[in-house]
């Protein structure tokens, strides 16, 4: 029975080695996925954070903007208004 077996012993050693280093870099690989993966998650908040900067930054600068407008449009609006009231006021007085 072992002179049966004898042929194959190099062929089975060999599969083993190959099994073993097969394991050995299935979980180097997974660790490196798992490494890679933390890092990108990270480089993705970092860039979201940016994002979320930046987007306070222009929402800012646009509110300040449209804040301004609002301010001279409502002076504007004013004194149109006090200049029409005054024009009624003096129709008023001449038209009695």
Do not use: V
Not at 61 to 70: I, K, Q, T, V
Request: proline share 2%; no cysteine.
């Amino acid at each position: 029975m072992f002179d049966f077996i004898k042929p194959y012993i190099p062929e089975f050693i060999t599969f083993l080695a190959g099994a073993g280093a097969w394991g050995y870099e299935r979980n180097k690989r997974k660790a490196d996925l798992k490494k890679a993966d933390t890092e990108n998650n990270k480089s993705i908040m970092d860039l979201y954070q940016e994002a979320l900067d930046d987007l306070k930054k222009r929402y800012d600068a646009d509110l300040r903007e449209l804040s301004e407008r609002y301010d001279q449009k409502f002076k504007e609006m004013e004194l149109r208004y006090n200049n029409l009231k005054k024009s009624f006021e003096d129709y008023k007085k001449t038209h009695k």
